[in-house]
């Protein structure tokens, strides 16, 4: 790991930092003295983030205008510091059965969770290989073992999953590390978000979606609020991303929490049919009670 002394002389770029485990991981990476240009969508974000050595930028990382900004950031600094660590954390939830969640939803969160990480990560790997840098990718448990009802947001980071093996041996050649970091459940507010997506789901759905499927919407909000109140906080996360952007030889992956390492683990030699049958008994726990 850098002495905080030649940290200082480097930058960080941490996308989706407004809230949550972007914005915990920006504070961490600039304690151990780095600068970290912070991705944020609103100004208001940006100054709540705002702090020593947390520079805040507006970014989303589907607009092209956008990534270009950031990137003439990089290549402009005016310490001419070298980009040490791009940390590709945005991301937008998205959960429902796979027929019912419509097509266009799809599109918007694969352009998210996938085409906008790609997109940044092309334009800044020139700045990336100059410096022999690393690119961490957040993906999640969820990247490992599709659970029913969260296949649109299991596909995006089953892909991510993809691309970082693909850019790791693509890359290993030229000195720069790619390393995954799957979490499991994260104490932040991103699963409200994806709960009232859930409600507006569940009143699409035909009469025959509704026979199919109206159980497992209507278990799904329950289950992503008690997996989330379980999982570990923001603080917990960023400092195992930390640890993955700054370690001078890093694992190719770190698992976030007891759930993720424990599922991740099971998932290497227990049949799927036995895995299946262990996510599906945890998922009916929260079914609603007949007559409810």
């Known amino acids: 790991m850098p002495s905080k002394s030649s940290a200082a002389q480097e930058l960080v770029i941490v996308t989706g930092a407004s809230t949550g485990m972007g914005a915990a991981t920006a504070r961490a990476m600039a304690r151990r003295g780095f600068h970290v240009l912070a991705g944020v969508r609103r100004d208001s974000d940006g100054e709540a983030l705002r702090a020593a050595g947390i520079e805040p930028v507006i970014l989303d990382i589907t607009r092209q205008e956008h990534i270009a900004a950031l990137v003439a950031r990089v290549d402009g600094d005016p310490r001419k510091r070298a980009l040490r660590t791009l940390v590709n954390n945005a991301g937008i939830p998205g959960a429902g059965p796979v027929e019912v969640v419509p097509l266009d939803e ?4 694969f352009e998210v969770n996938v085409l906008g990480h790609v997109a940044i990560t092309q334009a800044l790997l020139p700045a990336l290989v100059r410096s022999g840098g690393r690119v961490v990718n957040i993906t999640s448990l969820n990247g490992r073992i599709a659970m029913a009802g969260y296949g649109p947001y ?3 980071k089953f892909a991510m999953e993809a691309v970082s093996d693909a850019l ?3 890359l290993a050649p030229h000195g720069v590390q790619v390393v995954v970091v799957e979490p499991g459940g994260v104490q932040t507010d991103m699963a409200g978000r994806g709960t009232a997506d859930l409600s507006r789901l569940a009143a699409r759905m035909t009469p025959e979606q509704r026979t199919r499927y109206g159980t497992l919407v209507r ?6 609020a008690a997996f ?4 570990v ?3 917990t996360a960023a400092r195992t991303i930390a640890e993955a952007a700054t370690a001078r030889r890093p694992r190719t992956r770190y698992t976030v929490g007891a759930t993720a390492t424990f599922l991740i683990r099971a998932s290497r030699f227990l049949p799927d049919r036995v895995l299946d049958r262990m996510t599906t008994s945890d998922l009916r ?7 409810g």
């Open 106 to 109: 799809w599109r918007r969160l």
């Open 154 to 156: 299991a596909a995006g």
């Open 168 to 170: 790791r041996n693509e």
């Open 219 to 224: 278990a799904l909000p329950s289950h992503v």
């Open 228 to 231: 989330t109140k379980a999982g």
């Open 233 to 235: 906080t923001p603080d």
């Open 285 to 291: 726990k929260h079914y609603p009670k007949a007559g």
